[in-house]
């Protein structure tokens, strides 16, 4: 198993361009997170999927959207990129969370730069 | 409201026993608490997970008391390859009845030779 995998690794992005972070994961897993993560911070969670068709906001939505048209992939999408987005974004999958818990596996992240 | 509060920062010698408390005041009767590990330039790790009491495995104890409103990640005889940053998780459910977690700002520990 190839587990969470992102794509790309970094990304320097224009203030204003778009572009979409990939996200797949081969663990049939249903619920899937994308985080992000400024330098010596935490993680905050952007969007969350419980499943295909169903996505719910996590903490820090705004300026970003994702889709999930199936269970292996969760891309995120930027639609107007400002310098407040510059940031590492990781992206989790995991089971349910119930008595397995909230054992989530990450991807390697991608850095992106807006400037 | 924060979810849950850590120490932003601790120091150890190789060799000692570290223990990270986080404390979650507003836990949900149905929360796990969940614990990770994040080196530098990689994404978190799990390292453990309770849900009331004592759970021991291979790399660490979590220590839950009995309202649990805090725990305490605990790391055996630590090396310098334990430094890293450490968070603690809960869950929490969404205005719309979705399953969100939180991750907590972290514990940055340094272990020293």
């Known amino acids: 198993n190839a587990g969470v995998t992102q794509t790309p690794k970094f990304r320097i992005l224009k203030i204003g361009q778009s572009m979409t972070l990939q996200c797949t994961q081969d663990?049939?897993?249903?619920?899937m997170y994308w985080y992000r993560q400024d330098p010596g911070m935490g993680l905050k969670l952007i969007y969350y999927?419980?499943?295909?068709?169903?996505?719910d906001k996590g903490e820090v939505p705004n300026g970003y959207n994702v889709s999930r048209s199936t269970t292996e992939d969760f891309p995120l999408r930027l639609e107007l990129a400002a310098p407040s987005q510059t940031s590492v974004y990781f992206c989790?999958?995991?089971?349910?969370?119930?008595?397995?818990?909230?054992?989530?596996?990450f991807g390697p992240g991608t850095r992106l730069t807006v400037t | 409201l924060a979810k849950t509060t850590q120490p932003i920062s601790m120091d150890s010698y190789e060799g000692q026993e570290v223990n990270i408390t986080c404390s979650h005041n507003?836990?949900?009767?149905?929360?796990?608490i969940t614990w990770y590990q994040q080196f530098p330039s990689q994404g978190p790790r799990f390292i453990i997970q309770g849900y009331k009491t004592k759970v021991t495995n291979e790399v660490a104890s979590l220590f839950i008391p009995a309202d649990r409103k805090s725990s305490t990640l605990s790391l055996p005889r630590v090396s310098l390859s334990d430094t890293a940053v450490y968070y603690c998780?809960?869950?929490?459910?969404?205005?719309?009845?979705?399953?969100?977690?939180?991750f907590g700002a972290g514990t940055r520990l340094f272990v020293k030779a």
């Open positions: 507003n836990i949900a009767t149905n929360d796990y």
């Open positions: 663990m049939n897993h249903n619920y």
């Open positions: 998780l809960v869950g929490d459910i969404s205005s719309t009845g979705g399953f969100k977690t939180i």
């Open positions: 989790a999958s995991s089971f349910p969370p119930g008595t397995s818990g909230y054992e989530q596996y």
């Open positions: 999927s419980v499943g295909a068709g169903i996505t």
